[in-house]
């Protein structure tokens, strides 16, 4: 009885070893994309669906990082702080930063 038990596990050891070895590569530079990730998300894609979709590989991407946006200190209404540049002037709008009048977002 113990030698059957024995041979099926090592049969089913086997088996694992042959299905991780056969498995792709993934290609050098390959991340997740979680752009698309959050734009299922936020289209309503079930939660078991992402998952197959992650395990098919469906969220990995090979194309480079955006570069980041230039952060300036205080600002976090920039297209306020673009159109006081570009009608007040750069001096203006610096001393308004300094001050933080762009730290919050106005809605207009």
Not at 29 to 57: I, L
């Amino acid at each position: 009885m113990h030698g059957i038990l024995a041979a099926l596990a090592a049969i089913l050891t086997a088996k694992e070893i042959i299905e991780e070895k056969t498995e792709p590569v993934a290609p050098k530079g390959t991340r997740f994309d979680w752009d698309v990730y959050w734009a299922d998300v936020e289209k309503g894609m079930p939660a078991m669906e992402q998952v197959r979709k992650r395990q098919r590989g469906g969220y990995m991407t090979t194309k480079p990082l955006s570069k980041p946006k230039e952060v300036i200190p205080k600002v976090v209404d920039m297209k306020r702080y673009e159109h006081d540049k570009k009608l007040y002037g750069e001096a203006i709008a610096e001393v308004n930063r300094k001050c933080g009048m762009y730290m919050f977002i106005k809605n207009p």
